[in-house]
Structures are given as C-alpha cells and as structure tokens.
C-alpha cells in the first residue's frame, strides 16, 4: 500500500462514508495451496460496540467461498474516482507525471453466517440498492417462494470483524497551492472521474494551504 502520511484521511466518518458510497469492493484471501483469490461484491460496514463489522454474501462453491472457508484472513479494498495527473499542470513540469486515486483497504476476519444471517443480509441488499422501495418486486420480501429456497442453498453470508482499515486519498497534496489550483481546473475540464477528483481536492483547499 502506498503509505505516505499526507496522503491519509484522519477523519473516520469520511473514510466511513466513502465505503458507504463505494460498496462494490474486491474481496481477497489466499487458498490453503497459497493461491491468491479474489471477487467483486458490494458490502455493507456497521460499527456494533466500537468494533467495524463488513457484511455481505458470495456463491458457495466458488474458488474464493472454498479458500474463505479455509483461511478467515481477507482483505478488502475499496474504490473510487480516478484519473491521470499530468506534469505538465505543475508550476515545474520537468517531473513525473502521477495519477490520483481515493482507497480504502481493510484487513479482518470473515466468519459465515447461518441462513437466518443469510436471508437477513438478502433483504438488507436488496431493500439498500432499491432504495428502500419495498413494494419492488426484486426485494427479498417479493420473491416467489421456490426461487427463495434455490437462492439461499447457492449463497453463503459473511460478516468480517474488522481488525485493521488504512486508506489512500491521493489528491495532490504534496503539491504547491500554484500547481493544486491548476490540476483542479485541468481536471474540471475533462468531466467524468478527473471532475470527481477535482471535487474532492476542492475539499481540501483550506486544510492545505
């Protein structure tokens, strides 16, 4: 992990609502043979008596189900907006070029749950990603009966209590306030991604300089 201190977020709650508003993370472990696996699922974070609690649910029989079940250490990262930051947009661009990047990485033990832990963290998914509309049909509560009763043998629920959670925010802060301003308008005029980093550097205008 890229561990320089000035690209860290010290407040909890912003890291906190970031892996709200990024939930599709990847999953990691290592199988028993020391292969590396991995998946891609949203998760849910919850703080229950000042521990961080991830949540979520994967298909049994998979690669990664298998090595979860025989090593409980994971790791998952979660992502957002990125881009290509150039040298040319610093006061001296005679440098290397970078890229900005925001990541949250959390280590912990995962533990699955039995199927009233399974059919819980179903209908907290499908409620959350509705938006809480609980008269759409994909909600769990809606489901036919017989789809339900195939579903939940093919799923297995998690939960990983938290045991580390360390973030990147790379947002140009190593640079001077003349450079900072100028990557902000460079990346405001590409839209997408460059436009969401340039967003989250605005926030940080006071507390930089």
Not at 26 to 46: H, R, Y
Not at 50 to 67: E, F, N, P, V
Not at 120 to 133: A, C, G, P, Q, V
Not at 178 to 185: H, Q
Request: glycine share 4%; hydrophobic share 35%.
């Amino acid at each position: 992990m890229y561990n320089i201190s000035y690209f860290k977020e010290k407040d909890k709650q912003v890291v906190l609502t970031f892996i709200n508003k990024h939930p599709f993370a990847f999953l990691i472990g290592c199988s028993e043979n020391s292969e590396p696996v991995a998946t891609q699922i949203p998760m849910f974070i919850d703080e229950r008596e000042g521990k961080l609690y991830l949540s979520g649910h994967i298909m049994r029989g998979t690669d990664h189900h298998k090595a979860f079940k025989k090593n409980q250490n994971v790791l998952a990262v979660f992502t957002g907006p990125h881009t290509y930051v150039s040298a040319t947009w610093y006061d001296n661009p005679n440098q290397a070029s970078t890229w900005n990047y925001m990541s949250v990485y959390i280590k912990g033990k995962i533990k699955f749950l039995d199927e009233t832990g399974l059919i819980d963290n179903l209908r907290k998914t499908s409620l959350h990603f509705e938006n809480y509309n609980s008269a759409s049909p994909t909600v769990y509560d809606n489901l036919p009966e017989d789809y339900v009763n195939n579903l939940i043998k093919m799923i297995d629920a998690f939960e990983i209590e938290v045991t580390k959670i360390d973030n990147v925010f790379k947002l140009s802060q190593n640079r001077n306030e003349e450079s900072y301003r100028n990557i902000i308008k460079k990346l405001e005029e590409q839209g997408g991604d460059a436009k969401l980093i340039s967003e989250e550097m605005k926030k940080k205008i006071n507390e930089l300089y």
